[in-house]
């Protein structure tokens, strides 16, 4: 049943799975954040050199998620809630925890506020160019 979910949860949201299957939508929520949190143990990003980092209204009323990619490969590397400079922070802690290296990061790409990007400037010393 957990590979049926999983396989789902690729392109269905939640309640479509807990109505197709007829289990809970929390059980649901579970099972995908178990899997989620086994596949993060496996990521390395290390090899990531090309970041771009953008954010989006996730609902109306001033709701953002921010979203960092790398821009090699254009895979999402992170996404959490906010577009403060506290994302950088979060996004820097888990990169680490990742074997990612900041001074391998030789781009990072953002569009965001001032302060946001000098966060930025000071998260990644080696860096040797911010387009903003």
Known sequence: MEG????FARTMKMTQISEKLKIPDKRIWRVVAYHVHEALSWVDLSDVKFVGIDETSRKKGH???STIADLISGKII???KGKESTVLKLFSDFFTKQEGKKENIDLVCCDMSPAFYQRNWRATPRCSHNIR
Do not use: E, N, Q, T
Not at 4 to 7: H, K, R
């Open 63 to 65: 709701k953002y998620i």
């Open 4 to 7: 049926l979910i999983v396989f």
């Open 78 to 80: 992170y996404i959490c």
